[in-house]
């Protein structure tokens, strides 16, 4: 019961623009930030330190959180909004399956969408050197893409 | 196959009680519901269907403790609720494929087969690609048709299926109900008396909650033989006409007002005797709880 449910959320979510939209916004944001160093870094600080991710990442994760709610939301009350509980609800599923079978799925794809932050952090920080927004030598090694 | 209703009753938290004591025994075959609107007609299927909890009483089905063994029920159960919406962001083939997942049936290619099936028989062969939510009010309550009835379905309940379908889908869901309903028990819930007529082999009338009248629709009729009589009056008259008889309904033909009454004797007074039909029955059934304003 739970994978059908799970994978009917996935299906569904798949099909849904605003997700690409999350995980693009997220991504072009963090890689421009990266590339261009914009943000706040003391003088010899990499922009690609740890620290610097930390801080960018716990800034990112609020604006992530409206991004959870939009994406994690919607499954939970889908039923009701669409008042296809009415039927849906006759069929033999379980109370488990149901819940954490959308939960679940939508927990996945909020997880995909917020890797988008990190994959821009690291593409951001290769593209800086390339296009001569940033010196190579405020970036520290980056042992993702090497 | 057979499906008890053993005194059943509901009262709402607002205090409505929305069925009374109500008793039922249904075999295979088309079972009607008849009733005015808040008869509480709903509340029982929904009841049946086990979507809401009852306060006393119990439904027994096929060795089924409905009101227990909910998923067991459900695993048999075919439901189209009166009111309904779908999810606007997927293909009906995509939806009904997902519901026949749930409703167990395994194989792909048997569930692709199955969905094609029924959406070629409530003509939506063509559309089931699209989004369900690109469908108008009568496709949508095709859908629905189609998603009650797939899974094999041993218990089909349809509350007022035919509400928002043309007359030529109409017939087409009925035939298609007759066909599918052949070895299961469908109850069906309409204020339609016409289709109960011509469908069920048993039907009840439901009145605030009460099952006024259970039996077969030939004999419901057939118990009004020679007591119903009809005459052709004024629109002045009716209201003598109501404190002298029993009126039980009337009716416009033509700009002339005709009234029906029923009475165990020959009332005179220009009335003719008329075979009686089934909207007879149900009049005569819920006028002698409520006053009938049919004018």
């Known amino acids: 019961m739970f994978s059908k449910i799970f994978l009917f959320e996935m299906q569904y979510k798949l099909k849904r623009p605003a997700v690409y939209l999350y995980f693009l916004l997220a991504f072009v944001f963090t890689a421009l930030a990266f590339a261009n160093g914009a943000m706040p870094l003391d003088e010899h600080q990499w922009i690609n330190g740890s620290s610097a991710i930390a801080f960018y990442v716990a800034i990112m994760s609020l604006m992530m959180m409206m991004v959870s709610s939009s994406v994690m939301g919607l499954p939970l009350i889908r039923d ?3 008042n296809t509980k009415e039927y849906y609800l006759s069929y033999p599923i379980t109370k488990a399956g149901y819940f954490w079978g959308r939960f679940l799925s939508s927990f996945l794809f909020v997880l995909i969408i917020d890797s988008a932050v990190l994959l821009g952090a690291c593409v951001g920080s290769k593209l800086g050197p390339v296009f001569g927004w940033q010196p190579a030598s405020h970036y520290g090694p980056n042992n993702f893409i090497s | 196959m057979r499906l008890s209703i053993n005194s059943l009753s509901k009262t709402y938290s607002n205090g409505v009680q929305a069925i009374k004591n109500v008793s039922l025994t249904l075999n295979e075959g088309m ?7 808040g008869a509480g007609k709903s509340s029982l299927m ?18 089924i403790d409905v009101l227990k063994q ?12 009166q009111e309904f919406g779908v999810y606007p962001k997927i293909s009906a083939e995509q939806m009904l494929d997902h519901i026949a997942q749930l409703k167990g049936v395994s194989n792909k290619s048997e569930r692709k087969e199955l969905a094609g099936y029924l959406l070629d028989k409530v003509n939506l062969a063509k559309d089931k690609k699209k989004n369900l939510g690109t469908y108008s009010g009568g496709m ?14 041993k218990l089909i309940i349809v509350d007022e299926p035919t509400a928002g379908l043309d007359p030529a889908e109409r017939n087409r869901f009925y035939n298609l109900l007759s066909e599918i309903g052949e070895n299961t028990i469908v109850i069906l819930s309409t204020h339609i008396v016409e289709d109960v007529s011509t469908l069920c082999s048993r039907f009840a009338i439901i009145f605030q909650g009460q099952v006024l009248y259970a039996g077969t629709p030939d004999d419901a009729v057939n118990e009004l033989n020679g007591k119903i009589y009809s005459k052709s009056i004024s629109k002045a008259e009716i209201k003598d006409y109501s ?3 029993k009126v039980i309904s009337t009716q416009l033909k033509a700009g002339q007002l005709y009234i029906r009454i029923i009475s165990e004797t020959d009332p005179g007074n220009g009335f003719i005797v008329s075979t009686p039909n089934l909207e007879d029955v149900y009049f005569s059934n819920i006028g002698q709880k409520t006053d009938i304003n049919t004018l």
């Open chain 1, 80 to 82: 009701i909004e669409y």
């Open chain 2, 31 to 37: 079972f009607g519901l008849l009733g005015p609107n």
């Open chain 2, 46 to 63: 929904r009841t049946v269907a086990t979507l809401q909890e009852a306060d006393e009483g119990s439904i027994q089905f096929d060795g």
């Open chain 2, 70 to 81: 909910k998923t067991e029920l459900r695993q048999v159960l075919g439901y189209l609720p």
């Open chain 2, 140 to 153: 949508k309550q095709r859908f629905g048709i189609a998603q009650a009835l797939i899974g094999k379905p």
């Open chain 2, 243 to 245: 404190s002298r008889f």
